[in-house]
């Protein structure tokens, strides 16, 4: 418990009486969430005393990542804003960032908790400021509180193993290897790799969808939408000015590749002589059979993630609202079972959007036109009904 | 006799398979002694897990599946030894 240290909020905090403990084992506020207005930002961005250096340079970057869409937000949302409890503070994050020292033990050191100032470690900061960008879409966005929905601690781990070329969910926090240098860069220079693994969290504590076949595609599917969306807000990039790449920049420079997957055009992402070519089908009729990797759980993500694309490029704009919605309501929702494939997973998404948007809406429309231009076929009468 | 590993999964979802030949090894007894003395009945399922590796290492006539966090002791040293072997 952490929370009770003062001097881990360092900046009164006006309308949120709890500078300190919130006593559920949250610790001091960050500034990063869509609950902090505007002004809020603006005068803590401008604070220049080095007591406050981390909550203004919080701030500065929460301006500069909202900025483009803070006001698009704020006019879209004027029946949904959060009310801000008096007794807790949903949305404020508890990061705790370790260090393996390149063992494979986990958690490795702590090195750094919400609230302290950057590290020399970049990998560190990375790993921070990224789990930060991702709650700030969740939260701002979808109202869900860190992974589990009530403000869940967000654990990572950097420095995992020698030369280890992964990333990845263990249950309970994210890991990150450094790359062996040669192929792989460190795994937290990719903020949709971050977000990515977070995401595999929410999906555990909401579809928990099966990791194997097409169920265990659609989880790394999943993983891939929301960490591209991720990536996509905090950029403010919209539909048509994303790369719809995950993991760009993980490759060195000695490799012939872009990513490790690109949701727009999959297959397209590497075409390497050590690597080979991307081998991810973009529709059904490439769907692979295989035993490996839990029935080629990333293999066949390439499906689903461009139907997921195809939507966004059918609705335009930003691509965190409406598709981003449809799937993060299709998560989180009634309709899916954890063995859920391809086509129960569409039948799902087109429930979601007839629930929100309305029967024959434009986002309706875009998510049946989506599911067929990648030759999943369902019966949309049955997601109607 | 050969001994064949390969490492499926991980977030880039990359297949890459090391074998080595064990016969042309200079201590080919040694590695028929250590394959011999391998766990290969014992290995147990194991529930899935995001983004890890999965092994499958094969050796005629046995095969065997390991996630990754059940790669450690005699299966660690293996994978090591032929994938050392494997990239010399």
Sequence with gaps: MTGTDQTQSPVPFPGHPHGHST?????APAFRCGVVPPYLLEHLAAVEDPRFEAAAEAARRSLRVDDPIRSLRLERRTSALPTLPVQAVPGITTR???????LQRLPGRTVRTEGQPPVADVAVNEAYTGLGDTHVLYWSQYQRDSIDGHGLPLDATVHYGRDYDNAFWD????????????????FTISLSVIAHELTHGVT?????????????ALNESVSDVFGTLVEQYAAGQDTQSASWLIGAGLFTEQVQGQALRSMKAPGTAYDDDVLGTDPQPASMDGYIETEDDYGGVHLNSGIPNRAFYLVAEALGGNAWEAPGQIWYDTLTGPHLTENADFAAFAQATATAAITRYGVDSAEHGAVLAGWNGVGVVFDPLRAAS | MKVVVSRSGGIAGLRVTWDVQVDEQPDAAAWMRFLEELPWDEAEDSAPMPDRYVYRIRCAPHEVVLAEPQVHGAWKDLIDRVRAASER
Excluded: C, K
């Design chain 1, 204 to 216: 555990q504590y909401s579809a928990n969808l099966a990791y194997q076949g097409q169920s265990g």
């Design chain 1, 23 to 27: 006593g559920q084992g949250r610790s």
């Design chain 1, 171 to 186: 249950g309970e926090r994210m890991v990150f290897g450094d790359g062996d240098g040669e192929v792989f860069n460190r």
């Design chain 1, 96 to 102: 705790t960032i370790s260090d393996a020292g390149q």
